[in-house]
């Protein structure tokens, strides 16, 4: 597609093709916020920054809201939009959140990003952080 894209992720932005990437995106989120205190997801974004074409529209964001109520462990501060690009849906959640740690599904995640070798791509991961106690679980 030769669109103008939303580019690529970074340590503070994920895509996902559609909603059943939902709890994966969620996850992708508390790690963000747990290392940069922010986050943006783009739900019906390919890994190519462009739209993955999944119908998406205003009736999805009641259950986006819902999922991250049931799997987040105190909530960020968020918006959760229906956007476009290309004529095209997308559902954007934008967050902020300094009251870290955050948790999804009780585990504590952290985002790790770095620039590949030609110094252009960027390989993202999440990965539970084993250092935190057990009694930090749920707090």
């Given at each position: 597609?030769n669109?103008?894209?939303?580019?690529?992720?970074?340590?503070?932005t994920?895509?996902?093709?559609?909603?059943?990437?939902?709890d994966?995106?969620?996850?992708?989120?508390?790690?963000?916020?747990?290392?940069?205190?922010?986050?943006?997801?783009?739900?019906?974004?390919?890994?190519?920054?462009?739209?993955?074409?999944?119908?998406?529209?205003?009736?999805?964001?009641?259950?986006?809201?819902?999922?991250?109520?049931a799997?987040?462990?105190?909530?960020?501060?968020?918006?959760?939009?229906?956007d476009?690009?290309?004529?095209?849906?997308?559902?954007?959640?934008?967050?902020?959140?300094?009251?870290?740690?955050?948790?999804?599904?009780?585990?504590?995640?952290?985002r790790?990003?770095?620039?590949?070798?030609?110094?252009?791509?960027?390989?993202?991961?999440e990965?539970?952080?084993?250092?935190?106690?057990c009694?930090?679980?749920?707090h």
């Amino acid at each position: 597609m030769n669109g103008m894209g939303l580019g690529k992720e970074n340590g503070t932005t994920c895509f996902a093709a559609g909603m059943g990437e939902l709890d994966d995106s969620l996850k992708a989120m508390t790690a963000m916020l747990n290392r940069s205190n922010r986050a943006e997801i783009l739900i019906g974004i390919g890994p190519d920054g462009e739209p993955s074409g999944e119908d998406l529209s205003e009736d999805d964001i009641p259950e986006v809201v819902r999922r991250m109520s049931a799997k987040i462990d105190h909530l960020p501060e968020y918006s959760v939009n229906l956007d476009s690009l290309e004529g095209r849906p997308f559902i954007r959640i934008s967050a902020r959140g300094y009251e870290t740690p955050y948790t999804f599904d009780g585990w504590f995640y952290i985002r790790k990003c770095r620039l590949t070798r030609d110094g252009q791509s960027h390989e993202v991961r999440e990965e539970w952080i084993q250092t935190l106690t057990c009694a930090m679980v749920r707090h």
